[in-house]
């Protein structure tokens, strides 16, 4: 406990230093130390203040999130632990929190019961608990809103986002931004306020008086909470318990918000939000590519192709200040392409995400290009050509001969092999997948696609790359699809069966989109380009086994040139806003396909379409796994949260496998079978899992991926 709070002094001012590495958590132990450093200096007369600080990076990123298992598994029920230390803190000498880093959750609870705080300017605080599927649970709710105002509050802890040092100082949150030195700019501070009354935050009642404000405030919030965060609860119990703060006393608050913060904290969704969380970190993490493995400096790359993806990573790139050669075959295509680059830019200043100086900056980092001449200068390469093996492998063969030789050449390939691509060169250690998602500038997924012979270092130094581009990581094994489209098209197929077999195209949508995915299969396909996915049937249907059941009407709308959103009508119709629109016609020709081809019509259920698409996704999902295409099934899952609209309070496919339960997900696997053929042919990992009474989160393979 001594070290992990220690408590110094500096002549009349106490100096509370918390260390726990490497975020200073606030768990059990160190709340223990604050409350003895504390009471430490309460009994010392001679101390006037305290300081109240974080040692190593930062000053405290919240409570500590391990723990939470322990309250909702029963061994432990110390949620409630903070309150009383808080209340320690206030009733006590006057104490200054001096933030550096991020004052985060229980961080800032903590920071809000000190009289005063003082900042460095690059420091954020925010109430992120609704991002774990929880809310503040140390009085945040009842502590913020006197100090920045409802508004504010209820928007930082319903939204969970945070907010920087700066605009803590105009809020009134923080009292002063230290430049330089924060112990010696917060023990000057302390000096300063040392004999004046110390102000209680708990007391301050200024900034909640305006009843008349209160309830378009709070039901505009409730209103944003369900369309920004749809199908989440937590964001809703933070603005019940910030509206608390204006009709209980303080206590009552901070007890309405106990009630509510364990509710959320025992739920599902809190569960599958913490998953998320660790497996974010986890992913980073490749047991034969060890932390130590030397990464390559990437300081310039050039992309090959101005396209839509092309265009796309040469933005991400350029966002990171990486200058970019951006190369096409011809002139119109990379006028095309740049002309693209600046709309998409154009809206993101109309949005206000950058300035036109940024911009500017920005465009001046990606240079067009025509030829391979300024190859051998760069430090790695992304191709992102049309998606054909032959073009992509003569590619290859042309950078083997343009490039340096300790460059990284990467294909942003969604579907074929690595290792023939590589085999184009005369050094496949050098050769890797960097899978982006549409649009590459903002989805955060990364696919890092490791073939049978990628080197570590290209391993090591493409994850490192992932995060510095603000992009998620996820090392994949080499097949078909990888791990992301691979079960996609299983999803898709059974979406486009249920429809076949009866279901609207806007029931299956309105299904998925209600069991919480941004977007139903059929509607992304249509924004996709129904195109891409025909004709990279037409190049696989000799592999097809004429015997099992494959999709008739998705191929029948292409014949008649229905490709989505860009012809104006695929699944649906599209008006000039880009609005979906049900469209009869289709309804009507894909009933009369589904009858000509003898297929039984029914009505579904939303409940079977949730299953028939869902099921088979993960029932694919635990084939990558057993096969090692996928690390963990965290992996899966942080793929599908991250590129594929999953919704992130379900934990992905494979942890909502486990919340249904392995063994239910396995029978309805076999009913299906028993319906609807081999198709459905339980994953053997499904069904040793079931049969094993196991989870998938229990069981990770670790293998390296090389299949
Ligand atoms: C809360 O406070 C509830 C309260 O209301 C009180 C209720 C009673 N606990 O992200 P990084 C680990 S809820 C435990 O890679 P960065 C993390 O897993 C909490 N562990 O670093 C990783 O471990 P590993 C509200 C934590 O520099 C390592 O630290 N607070 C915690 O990119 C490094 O993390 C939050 O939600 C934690 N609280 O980012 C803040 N935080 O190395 C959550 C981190 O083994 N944290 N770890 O993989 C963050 O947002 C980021 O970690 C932060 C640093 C921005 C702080």
Request: aromatic share 6%.
């Given at each position: ?12 001012i ?5 260390n ?6 606030l768990?059990p ?6 409350a003895h ?16 600080m ?8 919240g ?5 939470f298992?322990?309250?909702t598994?029963g061994?432990t ?16 000498k ?7 880093g ?42 913020l ?7 504010k ?10 907010i920087?040092?700066?605009e803590a ?18 023990l000057q501070?302390a ?9 209680k ?9 305006q009843?008349?404000?209160h309830?378009p ?7 944003r ?20 703060a204006?009709?209980?006393s ?5 007890q ?12 599902d ?14 992913v ?11 990464v ?10 101005a396209?839509?993806?092309g ?5 991400v790139?350029?966002?990171a ?15 095309r392409?740049?002309?693209?680059i600046?709309k998409?830019y ?7 995400r950058f ?11 990606i ?11 760069v ?5 992102a ?29 969604s ?6 691509i ?7 250690e050098?050769?890797?997948?960097t899978?982006?998602f549409?649009?590459a ?35 994949v ?15 898709v197929r059974?979406?486009?069966f249920?429809v ?7 029931a299956v ?9 941004a977007l139903?299969?059929l509607a ?10 025909w004709?990279?049937r ?8 004429p ?27 599209y008006?000039?806003?880009?609005r ?13 396909w ?7 019509q ?7 379409i ?29 793929i599908?949260v991250n ?7 379900r ?6 496998a486990?919340?249904v ?11 299906f079978r ?9 994953a ?16 990770s ?7």
């Amino acid at each position: 406990m001594a070290d992990l709070v220690e408590l110094t002094r500096d002549n009349q001012i106490a100096i509370v230093t918390i260390n726990n590495p490497p975020v200073n958590a606030l768990s059990p132990a160190v709340a223990q130390g604050i409350a003895h450093a504390i009471d430490q200096a309460s009994r010392d007369d001679s101390i006037k203040a305290v300081v109240l600080m974080g040692a190593g990076r930062t000053f405290v990123a919240g409570a500590d999130i391990k723990e939470f298992d322990k309250i909702t598994s029963g061994q432990t029920s110390r949620a409630a632990g903070l309150l009383p230390l808080l209340l320690q803190i206030e009733n006590g000498k006057p104490a200054v929190a001096a933030i550096h880093g991020s004052a985060f959750g229980g961080g800032l609870e903590l920071a809000m019961a000190t009289h005063y705080r003082v900042a460095a300017p690059a420091s954020q605080l925010g109430q992120p608990e609704v991002k774990l599927g929880i809310i503040p649970g140390a009085g945040g709710t009842q502590r913020l809103p006197r100090l920045v105002g409802l508004a504010k509050a209820v928007e930082m802890c319903a939204e969970g986002n945070p907010i920087s040092a700066r605009e803590a100082l105009t809020l009134g949150l923080v009292d002063r931004l230290i430049e330089g030195n924060l112990s010696a700019g917060a023990l000057q501070f302390a000096r300063e306020i040392s004999e004046r009354p110390a102000p209680k935050t708990r007391e301050r009642e200024e900034k909640l008086r305006q009843p008349e404000q209160h309830e378009p405030l709070f039901s505009g919030a409730r209103e944003r909470v369900r369309a920004k965060q749809r199908g989440m609860i937590a964001p809703l119990a933070a603005v019940d318990a910030v509206e608390a703060a204006t009709q209980l006393s303080f206590e009552e608050g901070c007890q309405l918000e106990q009630k509510l913060f364990r509710k959320c904290l025992f739920s599902d969704q809190s569960k599958a939000l913490i998953h998320i969380f660790f497996g974010e970190r986890e992913v980073a993490k490749i047991p034969d590519v060890p932390k130590e493995t030397p990464v390559l400096p990437i300081n310039s790359v050039a992309v090959v192709g101005a396209g839509t993806m092309g265009g796309g990573i040469a933005m991400v790139f350029a966002n990171a200040g990486i200058p970019v050669l951006l190369k096409d075959a011809d002139q119109p295509a990379l006028v095309r392409g740049l002309a693209t680059i600046e709309k998409n830019y154009q809206s993101s200043i109309k949005r206000g995400r950058f300035t036109r100086q940024y911009v500017d900056e920005r465009l001046k980092l990606i240079q067009p290009t025509l030829s391979y001449d300024d190859f051998g200068k760069v430090d790695m390469v992304v191709e992102a050509v049309f998606e054909g093996i032959a073009l992509k492998k003569d590619v290859f063969a042309q950078l083997d001969r343009a490039c340096r030789k300790d460059a990284i050449l990467a294909s942003n390939t969604s579907t074929l092999n690595i290792d023939e691509i590589a085999s184009a060169t005369s050094r496949p250690e050098s050769v890797i997948g960097t899978h982006f998602f549409s649009p590459a500038n903002v989805m955060r997924l990364l696919e890092i696609v490791r073939g049978q012979r990628t080197g570590k270092q290209m391993i090591a130094t493409c994850m490192q790359l992932a995060k510095k581009l603000g992009k998620i990581g996820v090392l994949v094994g080499n097949c078909r699809g990888f791990v992301g489209n691979r079960m996609f098209h299983h999803y898709v197929r059974e979406a486009v069966f249920l429809v076949e077999e009866g279901a609207s195209p806007q029931a299956v949508d309105q299904a998925l989109y209600d069991f919480g995915m941004a977007l139903g299969p059929l509607a992304t396909g249509d924004l996709a380009g129904l195109d891409v996915g025909w004709r990279i049937r037409k190049e696989y249907r000799h592999l097809e086994n004429p015997a099992v059941r494959q999709p008739i009407v998705g191929d029948r709308l292409c014949e008649l040139g229905r490709y989505g959103q860009k012809t104006g009508a695929g699944w649906y119709r599209y008006d000039e806003n880009r609005r979906a629109i049900a469209d009869p016609e289709v309804n009507d020709l894909i009933r009369k396909w589904a009858i000509e081809a003898g297929i039984p019509q029914r009505e579904i259920s939303a409940t079977e379409i949730v299953e028939r698409c869902i099921y088979a996704l993960l029932n694919e999902g635990a084939r990558i796994l057993e096969e090692g295409v996928a690390l963990r099934s965290a992996d899966i899952d942080i793929i599908y949260v991250n590129g594929y609209g999953f919704p992130s309070y379900r934990g992905g496919p494979m942890w909502y496998a486990d919340t249904v339960g392995v063994k239910n997900v396995y029978q309805r696997v076999g009913d299906f079978r028993a319906r609807h053929g081999e198709l459905w042919e339980p994953a053997p990992l499904l069904r040793r899992l079931a049969e094993e009474n196991r989870t998938f989160a229990g069981f990770s393979r670790l293998q390296p991926a090389t299949v």
